[in-house]
């Protein structure tokens, strides 16, 4: 008896309160959805979940095939798991949405895709200019980048105790450091202090990265103050140039940090699905893939040039 209460109280009429439910435990509901009086559309939108869980990526069309329902069935699905934070649309389908709230240790994040965060970097470098005045956030991809800034007239504008003791033995970079309180685990300034000495400071570029990407919300951070100093950076900045590997995508954390209309270009890598790539064009994002020969060493004869 409990358990058809349970089960009553979850459906009524539609999947209202598919929220609560983990994408994890969809499979077993499913069966259990299968089994019981449930109204189809409730069926069919548990099966839905139970999809994107597995691909990553649904399509209006190819749904409709596998249910035989009209296509404005499916968008009608969709728009409805949408708002209940289950997934996010996209042009001609949806894709998944993976929370994620925890900041893990530098050290931790350093060494996770680092090939692509080297590819990423690389195509960054390019974007450099002598004389320019950048931001550099305490993301790892960004690490990255600092250290394939050449020795050249630069000034960096940082929160990152990694890049500046990075940046510290080319003599010609004039690196400005935020100041402000200490966060071991990012090992980073954040905080009142920070941000008002980069209030100070008219940035032509900034290079940030971000915990998760996902197109309902934007872009996102595991924490409060981290997202309150990209805020800060990105108010002061010409252009932002937002860095990303493909396991930002389909990523909510704690904290929104921005819609990505305030980004003026996303650097990506190849393995950034194309549901993901159509979403930023529709948003009119400039996006940018970098390809594996970006992470090959910046050629000598640039480098000199660039000094």
């Known amino acids: 008896m409990l358990f058809l209460v349970f089960f009553r109280n979850i459906f009524q009429h539609t999947i209202g309160d598919v929220n609560d439910i983990p994408l994890s435990k969809c499979g077993n ?6 089994q019981s009086d449930l109204p ?26 596998r249910f035989g329902v009209a296509d404005e069935t499916i968008r009608r699905d969709l728009d409805k798991l949408s708002d209940q934070g289950q997934l996010a649309r996209t042009h001609g389908g949806a894709i998944s949405i ?10 931790i994040r350093k060494n996770r895709r680092a090939a692509e965060k080297q590819q990423i970097a690389n195509q960054a470098l ?36 990694d890049v500046i003791r990075l940046l510290a033995d080319r003599p010609q970079i004039e690196v400005i450091c935020s100041g402000g309180e200490f966060d071991p685990k990012s090992m980073c300034l954040f905080g009142p202090l920070a941000e008002a000495n980069i209030q100070q400071i008219a940035l032509s570029k900034l290079f940030f990265s971000c915990k998760g990407i996902d197109f309902e919300h934007g872009y996102s951070e595991a924490s ?22 493909s396991s ?12 990505l209309d305030l ?13 993901y790539l159509e979403s930023l064009q529709k948003r009119h994002v400039q996006t940018e893939v970098a390809s594996p020969r970006s992470s090959a060493q910046t050629d000598p004869k640039m480098t000199e040039t660039m000094q």
């Open 29 to 34: 509901m499913l069966e259990t959805a299968k």
């Open 40 to 65: 189809l559309a409730s069926q069919r939108r548990l099966e839905i979940l139970s999809q994107l869980q597995e691909a990553g990526a649904v399509r209006v069309a190819s749904l409709a095939t």
């Open 98 to 107: 993976r929370h994620d709230r925890v900041d893990l240790p530098m050290a």
């Open 126 to 161: 390019e974007l450099i200019n002598p004389n320019d005045v950048i931001g550099l956030d305490a993301s790892t991809t960004v690490l990255e980048l600092a250290c394939l800034i050449p020795d050249m007239p630069l000034t960096v504008v940082t929160n990152s105790l």
């Open 224 to 245: 409060t103050h981290h997202a309150s100093l990209k805020r800060v950076f990105l108010q002061q900045a010409e252009q932002s140039i937002l860095l990303a590997d």
């Open 248 to 259: 930002k995508f389909g990523v909510r954390s704690m904290v929104s940090s921005g819609k």
């Open 263 to 275: 980004v003026d270009l996303v650097i990506t890598d190849e393995s950034t699905g194309s549901d």
